[in-house]
């Protein structure tokens, strides 16, 4: 593996602390897609299915997220390095809740649930990435819910966004 696509991984937040042997055993067992995507492009769609991990490598994403209700949207930029709802992986509710547009063209990295589930998982590093990233969001997402909204209608709006 070539050194620079290494370093790239070892930014990505479930990939930090492997040895250049456990990922280059990896990159051997597992099939990576790479995929160079054009402004514009639908990368995941609300509600739809998550059957693999997606990882931003370079480029910019819009994430768009809809209200249940559909009386409002949400549109935010997400940069790279990211990965997309690792969160929405496993569960009872497997699908995406937001919308990723490709800004400017992007770099991303595929992987599907069941190399996940069969070979990633079999690293202790990676698993004690994946448990502290999802940890992470959940004590945000239960934050959020904690916090008051003080302040006139304006301040609460802006705190929202």
């Not at 370093?7 to 990505?12: M, Q």
């Not at 099939?31 to 990368?43: A, L, N, P, T, Y």
Request: glycine share 4%; with cysteine; aromatic share 10%.
């Amino acid at each position: 593996m070539e050194q620079s696509m290494f370093d790239t991984l070892l930014e990505l937040p479930l990939f930090q602390g492997l040895g250049k042997n456990d990922l280059t055993r990896i990159v051997e067992e597992v099939r990576f897609d790479f995929v160079k995507c054009e402004q514009g492009q639908v990368i995941a769609s609300q509600d739809s299915p998550c059957n693999q991990l997606i990882f931003l490598l370079k480029g910019s994403l819009t994430r768009h997220t809809q209200s249940s209700d559909r009386t409002y949207s949400f549109s935010e930029r997400i940069s790279a390095p990211a990965v997309l709802q690792p969160e929405s992986l496993y569960g009872l509710y497997r699908q995406y809740t937001h919308s990723y547009t490709v800004r400017s063209s992007a770099q991303l990295i595929k992987i599907d649930k069941s190399a996940i589930n069969n070979t990633f998982i079999n690293y202790e590093v990676f698993r004690l990435n994946l448990i502290n990233l999802l940890s992470t969001r959940i004590i945000r997402g239960e934050r959020i819910l904690w916090d008051t909204a003080s302040g006139n209608t304006e301040q609460r709006i802006i705190r929202f966004i």
